[in-house]
């Protein structure tokens, strides 16, 4: 498992969540820059995914770990950015794939919809797979559109 620095972000209501994922990658040995939030008080996803995919633009980390509710608005918001390609990932496999045939370079996990066992699967399944390329480069190099 790869142990590079991973960027963190997450509204109040994946904050619980991400908690665990915290204790997690630290058991792991994996460092963490975090993006906030930092309390389960109401706030907006979009400012906390915004500042991770900044910090991915600008080279602070070269992937993360984001957290909502659902997973939806974050991914929206981190989806903005030309050079992030967040996944929204419900199982280990859909990690596995997103990371082995997308390239993804954020995982996204729905906060209200996923047990700590899975969320510890689809994040070392995320961490510990590596992009195919092959024909699977063309039609990640046709994301961007500027």
């Not at 908690?19 to 309390?39: C, H, M, N, W």
């Not at 961490?127 to 699977?136: E, K, S, V, Y």
Request: aromatic share 8%; glycine share 10%; hydrophobic share 45%.
């Amino acid at each position: 498992m790869d142990k590079e620095k991973l960027g963190l972000a997450c509204d109040h209501a994946g904050f619980e969540l991400m908690q665990f994922v915290r204790g997690y990658l630290a058991e792991k040995g994996i460092p963490v820059a975090d993006y906030g939030t930092f309390s389960a008080d109401r706030c907006d996803y979009p400012d906390f995914g915004h500042a991770l995919a900044r910090a991915i633009e600008g080279g602070e980390v070269r992937r993360g770990i984001a957290i909502c509710g659902s997973g939806l608005g974050i991914s929206m918001a981190l989806n903005k950015h030309q050079t992030i390609r967040a996944a929204l990932c419900w199982t280990a496999e859909i990690a596995h794939l997103s990371r082995e045939h997308n390239d993804a370079n954020v995982l996204v996990l729905p906060g209200r919809f996923m047990t700590t066992d899975v969320a510890a699967a689809a994040i070392d399944e995320f961490l510990a797979t590596p992009f195919a390329g092959g024909r699977h480069e063309q039609r990640v190099a046709k994301i961007p559109i500027a």
